[in-house]
């Protein structure tokens, strides 16, 4: 197997990150691809791309991932989301290609209380989170050389997310209300960008070790939102601005939000051997980043 990965919406939170992280594995060759690039909706472009570029792994960061926008763009969020993974898959199936797609925890309704494991029973309760799911279930149709990576609250130093957006209202506001009744386990983008290199070498490029299926892989530890923003601005130094708790009746979106959705990680850890550290110590380190 020759050691070629694409990268699909590469310009977005993972893809930036696997892209910084590439330079450290200089035995594997990277493609990274973004919409103007490599439109994943397009079967023509994404059949041309993988017969002209002939990876052995895709790794699909692409997706429509706005979970308010997805309700009143289901068309859009199903093309992006549900197809493009069914047509990522028949093109990987075509080429021998492996493919690694990342879900999301919103597969699941919140309303256990225990960490969700891989088999539990997906129901999702949000237009994006039924998209996803559709897209998993689109990929297992079509070929079986898939890993389909679910994670959570992902943030990193780029694009739009919670640790960026409570960043700003801290540095701008006197005062902002957070919901303190959604539980969940924020991953930073660079921890999951790690595994997913981790995979590629210990599993996928070493058929003795060859794990295809469902993994969830998120930082280790849970919060609520309101208490992912405290760390937040505890670790950011920022004391002038009070961080009001609220239930999330109080600020109705346009899409249902799960109310618990921590993932049991111990899957991943087992079968790869992956460490995952604490979404606490992960965060420091990207505030440290952006801090610096
Ligand atoms: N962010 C989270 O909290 C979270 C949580 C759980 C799971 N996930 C999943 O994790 C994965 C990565 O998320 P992320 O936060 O890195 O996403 P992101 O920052 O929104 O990046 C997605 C990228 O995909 C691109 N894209 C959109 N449509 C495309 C198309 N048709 N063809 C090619 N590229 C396209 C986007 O381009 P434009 O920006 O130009 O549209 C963007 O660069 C996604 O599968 C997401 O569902 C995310």
Redesign the pocket.
């Known amino acids: 197997m020759n050691s070629k990965i694409l990268v699909?919406?590469?310009?977005?939170?993972?893809?930036n990150e696997i892209r910084r992280l590439c330079k450290n594995f200089p035995g594997l060759e990277f493609i990274f691809t973004?919409?103007d690039m490599?439109?994943?909706?397009n079967p023509d472009a994404v059949s041309v791309f993988m017969e002209a570029s002939k990876p052995a792994i895709v790794v699909n960061?692409?997706?429509?991932?706005n979970v308010d926008g997805a309700e009143d763009n289901i068309k859009m969020a199903r093309k992006?989301?549900a197809l493009?993974p069914q047509v990522l898959a028949a093109a990987c199936a075509m080429q021998n290609a492996f493919l690694i797609h990342?879900?999301?925890?919103?597969v699941f309704d919140g309303e256990s209380n225990i960490p969700y494991v891989e088999d539990d029973v997906t129901n999702p309760i949000s237009v994006y989170g039924s998209s996803?799911l559709e897209g998993e279930e689109k990929i297992k149709t079509v070929f079986d050389d898939y890993l389909i990576i679910r994670?959570?609250?992902?943030y990193s130093e780029?694009?739009h997310?919670f640790m960026r957006t409570i960043l700003s209202l801290g540095r701008e506001k006197d005062k902002i209300e957070v919901v303190n009744d959604q539980f969940g386990s924020p991953t930073y983008?660079r921890d999951l960008a790690n595994c997913i290199i981790d995979i590629i070498i210990k599993s996928i490029l070493n058929p003795q070790a060859y794990l295809p299926g469902i993994y969830h892989y998120a930082n280790q530890g849970s919060c609520s939102w309101y208490e992912f923003a405290r760390e937040i601005f505890k670790i950011a130094g920022i004391t002038n601005c009070e961080i009001v708790p609220v239930t999330s009746d109080k600020y109705p979106a346009k899409a249902k939000r799960p109310k618990f959705t921590v993932l049991d990680t111990s899957k991943v850890r087992e079968s790869f051997g992956i460490g995952i550290p604490n979404w606490r110590d992960s965060l420091k380190e990207c505030l440290s980043s952006i801090i610096e």
């Open positions: 699909t919406g590469a310009n977005g939170q993972l893809g973004d919409v490599l439109d994943i909706t960061c692409a997706a429509y991932t992006v989301n493009a990342i879900s999301t925890d919103y996803k994670t959570s609250w992902m780029y694009g997310n983008a």
